[in-house]
């Protein structure tokens, strides 16, 4: 994630020194900023996730955050196809490749590509070079296998109870060919002859992935339950890996015996469902974009201990390959990427093509082929980017238009860096042209504008090595305006409908304290200073409310009324950014409040007097409204509210003239009488009924 870090108080200064100082020159800049720049603000991208957002040509980002020179590819489009699903060397300075629609097989050779082959299928998913050079097809759905030879292709087995052929391998030194299918889970030993046996049958309904170990051995691994598999014996199997996923995708054994597989979490109800899906429909808005989920990439030793080397959250994978040194490559499904494992075991992103997944990979000791789908293109691998290598940032937002200040980095090498601005979330022809570039850390030219992009080049320095940028901001200062004042006395709770409450029965003891909050819309998120003052209406002089040494900064305040006298207040709220902005930048902004009572005084019982079973008498208040009046029993708890003679608890004073038949018990009895007001201040009297 990219940081975006303030220095505008002396505490993040120290903090942002702390962390990114490069030397004495460095602090001195930090300082400077600090000191006459106050706002300012930095995008600092030092990690891997910082790094990956952009466009990566010829460059390879591992997860620590170091962009180095990567593969530098080529591009040859396939405009037959959309997806790409396998490839073969034919080891003639040609290949061929299966396609997801039609189920094509098309050659590519001296760069160009043609249809060679049209299978009747939907997708052909695996070719294997097999017995005599003849080549062995898989395709789907169908379970049927063919060959193809001297440019003709011929149907060859059928297997049976198999409706997908997802991957097939061959046992060269032991001559046997070997088909992972569905929707039974059937792994098929295929000889010469075209004699097929069921070698293995497991409790799952696809076998996806499959390859041959130096001792003969077959790796397999399985949808929908994502197990890898191992053979022991004809009909024997043990399970190498349990991955707790919903599909194995790829298995590749080195020469020296270690495995490797690709495993994914897909979500949707059947991966494999999906996989065929996507495999077959046409045009990027339909096809393999829909298609997302975690990818994980397992390495097991020849002494069998399982070693998670990639585990992606973001990305599934769609492929698989060893190189000839036996090191791992993945192709992802959503970013369309070429990922492999540096040490200690960190992702390194190698290649960035711009297509979205790349579903196949073709490593061999004559060449190296990336390949790609939605759409469809073949990518050579003409090596190692060195001085063609090109890093472009993602668009970084300052949120408002900005100046940009002096542009830093970290580099084992020289890089050439450059910049451009503009207001638009993608860059468009009103965004400004590449600066000059900078050989060494220096002010950015680009003009004011709200989004930045950075580029760095090793034209320089192939193998230099770029670990850290940082790009210093300070954004147009906006006010903050107050939208909205509430004062909330505790005592007085409004219901959700905004109605207050009147009448009773009063639970919550009277209070002086009024809770004050205020709703600011701070637009470039300055830290704001708050001070407020109050005046009561009919009075012109507006009192400060703060203790003249407090500096408040949340938009919230309890306010002590306990030494005002009654009566109806506003309060003023004034929102000023200085804090973080020099005088000459400051703004402020103010708001009134709507009324606030201020009430710590109880009403008074008058003229109560109990004639007959009539109890007459009224409450008043200084401020008012009266909210309640209820009589009880001399030393009981059983107060019953009594109605005021026009019916509404509206006026500072209430009469009330209740007839108590039925309520008090008749004969001479000692009555209590209580009043509140609005404030929940309460008066009790008692008075002699006979």
């Given at each position: 994630?990219?940081?975006?870090k ?11 020194i ?19 720049a ?26 620590s ?13 396939v ?8 490839a073969?060397?034919?080891g ?20 160009r590509?043609?249809?060679v ?17 003849e ?21 060859w ?18 001559g ?37 170990a ?21 009909g ?8 707790e ?21 897909i ?11 996507s ?10 974009t ?35 040194r ?59 980017g ?45 965004w ?94 300055d ?25 408040l900064?949340?938009s919230?305040y ?70 309640r009046?209820?009589?009880?029993l001399a ?29 008090i ?15 929940n ?10």
């Amino acid at each position: 994630m990219i940081k975006v870090k303030p220095i505008g108080s002396k505490l993040q200064a120290r903090v942002r020194i702390g962390i990114g100082a490069f030397g004495l020159a460095s602090v001195v800049f930090f300082y400077a900023v600090a000191a006459t720049a106050v706002g300012t603000r930095r995008f600092v991208l030092d990690s891997g996730d910082d790094f990956e957002g952009g466009d990566l040509s010829a460059v390879a980002v591992d997860e620590s955050g170091v962009v180095r020179a990567g593969f530098d590819l080529g591009q040859i489009p396939v405009d037959v196809a959309t997806v790409i699903w396998c490839a073969l060397d034919r080891g003639d300075q040609s290949v061929l490749l299966g396609t997801g629609n039609e189920g094509k097989i098309l050659e590519l050779k001296n760069g160009r590509i043609r249809v060679v082959a049209e299978t009747g299928a939907m997708v052909v998913t695996s070719m294997v070079d097999t017995w005599g050079g003849e080549i062995v097809v898989g395709a789907l759905p169908g379970g049927k296998l063919r060959k193809f030879s001297g440019g003709r292709l011929t149907d060859w087995v059928a297997l049976p109870n198999a409706d997908d052929i997802w991957q097939l391998a061959f046992d060269r030194k032991r001559g046997v060919l070997y088909a992972a299918t569905g929707p039974e889970g059937k792994l098929y030993r295929i000889d010469r002859d075209g004699h097929a046996t069921v070698e293995m049958d497991v409790p799952e309904p696809h076998i996806l992935s499959v390859a041959v170990a130096p001792d003969g051995s077959v790796v397999f691994g399985t949808s929908d339950k994502a197990r890898l598999y191992r053979t022991t014996g004809a009909g024997r199997a043990t399970v190498l890996y349990d991955f707790e996923r919903t599909e194995v995708r790829g298995v590749a054994v080195a020469d020296d015996g270690q495995i490797y597989a690709i495993a994914n979490d897909i979500k949707t109800t059947s991966s494999v469902a999906a996989h065929r899906s996507s495999s077959t429909k046409n045009g990027p808005e339909s096809s393999t974009t829909k298609l997302k989920g975690k990818g994980m990439l397992l390495r097991i030793g020849t002494d069998l201990v399982p070693e998670v080397l990639l585990d992606d959250d973001d990305e599934h994978f769609t492929s698989l390959a060893l190189d000839d040194r036996g090191h791992p490559y993945v192709g992802t499904g959503v970013e369309g990427r070429l990922m492999t494992v540096g040490e200690p075991r960190r992702s390194v992103i190698v290649a960035d093509t711009d297509e979205r997944q790349v579903t196949a990979l073709l490593f061999t000791p004559r060449l190296r082929l990336v390949l790609t789908s939605d759409p469809a293109v073949v990518h050579p691998v003409r090596g190692q980017g060195g001085t063609n290598s090109v890093w472009t940032s993602k668009v970084f937002d300052a949120n408002l238009r900005a100046q940009f200040g002096r542009l830093d980095w970290e580099s084992t090498g020289p890089l050439t860096l450059s910049t451009r601005t503009g207001n638009t979330s993608e860059p468009d022809d009103t965004w400004s042209a590449w600066s000059a570039p900078l050989r060494a850390p220096g002010p950015i030219t680009s003009p004011k504008g709200r989004f930045i992009q950075v580029r760095a080049s090793w034209a320089l320095d192939g193998a230099a090595a770029l670990s850290r940028v940082e790009i210093p901001f300070v954004t147009d200062n906006q006010r903050a305006v107050v939208t909205r004042i509430d004062a909330d006395i505790p005592s007085r709770k409004k219901s959700t409908s905004g109605i207050v409450a009147s009448g009773g029965p009063i639970t919550e003891p009277p209070t002086p304290d009024v809770n004050l909050d205020w709703t600011v819309d701070n637009p470039d998120k300055d830290t704001l200073r708050f001070r407020l003052y109050y005046k009561m209406i009919g009075t012109t002089v507006w009192r400060d409310l703060l203790p003249a040494d407090e500096v408040l900064t949340k938009s919230s305040y309890k306010w002590d009324t306990s030494t005002l006298p009654e009566g109806r207040y506003r309060v003023r709220v004034v929102a000023s950014d200085l804090p973080a902005n020099p005088p000459d930048r400051a703004t402020s902004d103010e708001l009134v409040s709507g009324i606030v009572l201020v009430d710590n005084t109880p009403p008074r019982l008058v003229d109560l007097t109990v004639k007959g079973r009539r109890l007459r008498g009224r409450a008043v208040d200084g401020l008012g409204p009266i909210q309640r009046i209820e009589v009880t029993l001399a030393g009981k708890n059983d107060w019953v509210p009594l109605r005021p003679t026009d019916s509404v608890f509206d006026q500072a004073s209430e009469a009330f003239d209740v007839d108590l038949g039925g309520i008090i018990p008749s004969g001479r009895q000692l009555l209590t009488v209580r009043a509140y007001d609005s404030a929940n201040n309460s008066v009790v009297r008692s008075v002699q009924a006979f």
